[in-house]
């Protein structure tokens, strides 16, 4: 009995996850869109109602390389965008009641029936809500590698000791094996010192080609901080 008890609630609880990722809050992680119309755009992929005309992304692509030039960045991909036909169901995808949200791991956009009837009736702006939600679709889109030292030299400020080189090199290499990162899409940065080991590294370990090519999808930010002329000497 024991058996068909546990049996029956591991079904359950199956059929419950299944449930989220087609109708519920694992919906925007879900590989399937049930409901949906779609229609693509070079830079785009809109899904809505099937009445709905899409007048106002017309000039979605436009917008989307306004984006990444404000940025210096580039999408990896089309940006997916959701036009739920009710607020309800907005909710239960997003779990939120705002205008527009942008949910996490893949980056998807979703808008809810009170923005698309108040951009609709000229309310708010739609370019300008879209840019914005976008700037926050970009971020998703990227990964950010931040490197700080593990000598506490003062409170909030910490260096790296001797092996800083090797160990960045090192945190590198890690996320290489764990994601799929185009390595001719890299920026390395950083504040102050860390700028200037930024410029050091990209000249030993990378290619011109490696930190100039537009649209990374990595972001190395190295926090040196050091404090005095000694450390930057070190550097080199």
Do not use: W
């Not at 709905?52 to 989307?64: G, H, R, V, W």
């Not at 956009?109 to 708010?124: G, H, P, T």
């Not at 990964?143 to 030292?149: K, M, P």
């Amino acid at each position: 009995m024991k058996k068909i008890i546990s049996i029956a609630a591991g079904f359950i609880i199956l059929l419950f996850i299944v449930y989220l990722f087609l109708f519920g809050r694992l919906f925007p992680f879900s590989p399937l869109s049930l409901g949906f119309e779609k229609t693509e755009f070079d830079r785009a992929v809109v899904y809505h109602d099937k009445n709905d005309t899409l007048a106002e992304f017309s000039d979605i692509d436009s917008l989307i390389q306004i984006v990444e030039t404000t940025h210096r960045l580039s999408f990896r991909d089309k940006v997916d965008i959701f036009l739920p036909a009710t607020d309800r169901r907005y909710r239960r995808y997003t779990g939120t009641g705002a205008r527009f949200v942008v949910q996490p791991l893949y980056g998807r956009l979703f808008i809810s029936e009170r923005a698309q009837q108040d951009y609709r009736a000229d309310k708010i702006h739609f370019n300008v809500y879209m840019k914005h939600e976008l700037s926050h679709t970009l971020q998703i889109h990227f990964i950010v590698a931040y490197f700080q030292g593990g000598e506490r030299v003062a409170t909030g400020a910490r260096r790296f000791t001797r092996d800083r080189q090797q160990r960045v090199m090192q945190g590198y290499e890690q996320i290489l094996q764990q994601y799929p990162v185009d390595t001719s899409r890299i920026i390395l940065g950083g504040p102050s010192a860390g700028g200037y080991r930024s410029m050091v590294l990209c000249k030993k370990k990378f290619s011109r080609k490696e930190i100039l090519d537009s649209g990374p999808n990595l972001i190395i930010f190295i926090d040196i901080r050091t404090l005095n002329p000694e450390s930057y000497r070190a550097l080199s």
